[in-house]
T-cell receptor, first 113, second 114 residues
Framework: DAGITQSPRHKVTETGTPVTLRCHQT?????MYWYRQDPGHGLRLIHY???????DKGEVSDGYSVSRSKTEDFLLTLESATSSQTSVYFC????????????FGPGTRLTVT | KQEVTQIPAALSVPEGENLVLNCSFT??????LQWFRQDPGKGLTSLLL?????REQTSGRLNASLDKSSGRSTLYIAASQPGDSATYLC?????????????FGKGTKLTVNP
C-alpha cells in the first residue's frame, strides 16, 4: 500500500460543469502523476508534478489543468467537462530512489452525461 | 515515438501451467520497464521493475526478463493459479525528453481455469 487515496471514487456530472479530482498521498513523495484509462487506448499520461507548484503536461493534457500547492495533494481539474472525458482516472507516485517505479491509486470513475 | 505492444490480448490456461506474457517496444532507449497487474475495477499493482542495465528480476513465482536490444520483455508465471487471473500491463520509461512518463501497452488479460 503506497498510501495513495483518490476522491471521489465515482462521480457523474453533466457536460459543461467543472470537476476536480483529488489525489492524496501520506508520505511526501516528490513525483505525482495523473493518467486516464480508456478501452482501446490503455493508460495515457495527462499531467505530472515533480514538486510543489512544479507541473508539466503529458500526452493528453488538453481540457485538463492541475495544481499542487502542497506535497501531499495533486488536483486534476476539468474546467468544462465533455463526454470525451468520461474515463477512469488514476493517480500515481514515484521517487528517484525507487528507480522511478510508479505506484498507483485506486482510481476515480468519472461519467460525463 | 515509443510504442508498446502486448500480444496476445487475452490468454486462457489451465491451473498449474507455466506461462509467458510478451511485451515489445519500438525504441530501445529506455530507463526501465515495469510490469503491473490490474484486477477488474481496481488500480494497478506494481509487480516488477527492471532497470535498463538489468536482464531480469524475480519475485516469487514471477520472473521478468528484458532484452533491450531487441525491444522485448517477457513475464514468466510459474505454476499458475486461479488467483493470477487479471490483466497484466507492461510499461516503459523512455529516455527521451520528459522521461518521467510511462508508455503503456494495452495489456494481456489472463484467465487461469481451475
Amino acid at each position: 500500500d503506497a498510501g495513495i487515496t483518490q476522491s471521489p471514487r465515482h462521480k457523474v456530472t453533466e457536460t459543461g460543469t467543472p470537476v476536480t479530482l483529488r489525489c492524496h498521498q501520506t508520505e511526501n513523495h516528490r513525483y505525482m502523476y495523473w493518467y486516464r484509462q480508456d478501452p482501446g487506448h490503455g493508460l495515457r499520461l495527462i499531467h505530472y508534478s515533480y514538486g510543489v507548484k512544479d507541473t508539466d503536461k503529458g500526452e493528453v493534457s488538453d481540457g485538463y489543468s492541475v495544481s499542487r500547492s502542497k506535497t501531499e495533494d495533486f488536483l486534476l481539474t476539468l474546467e468544462s467537462a465533455t463526454s470525451s472525458q468520461t474515463s477512469v482516472y488514476f493517480c500515481a507516485i514515484s521517487e528517484p530512489e525507487w528507480g522511478y517505479e510508479q505506484y498507483f491509486g485506486p482510481g476515480t470513475r468519472l461519467t460525463v452525461t | 515515438k515509443q510504442e508498446v505492444t502486448q500480444i496476445p490480448a487475452a490468454l486462457s490456461v489451465p491451473e498449474g501451467e507455466n506461462l509467458v506474457l510478451n511485451c515489445s517496444f519500438t525504441d530501445s532507449a529506455i530507463y526501465n520497464l515495469q510490469w503491473f497487474r490490474q484486477d477488474p475495477g481496481k488500480g494497478l499493482t506494481s509487480l516488477l521493475l527492471i532497470q535498463s542495465s538489468q536482464r531480469e528480476q524475480t519475485s516469487g513465482r514471477l520472473n521478468a526478463s528484458l532484452d533491450k536490444s531487441s525491444g522485448r520483455s517477457t513475464l514468466y508465471i510459474a505454476a499458475s493459479q486461479p488467483g493470477d487471473s487479471a490483466t497484466y500491463l507492461c510499461a516503459v520509461r523512455p529516455r527521451e525528453g520528459g522521461s518521467e512518463k510511462l508508455v503503456f501497452g494495452k495489456g494481456t488479460k489472463l484467465t487461469v481455469n481451475p
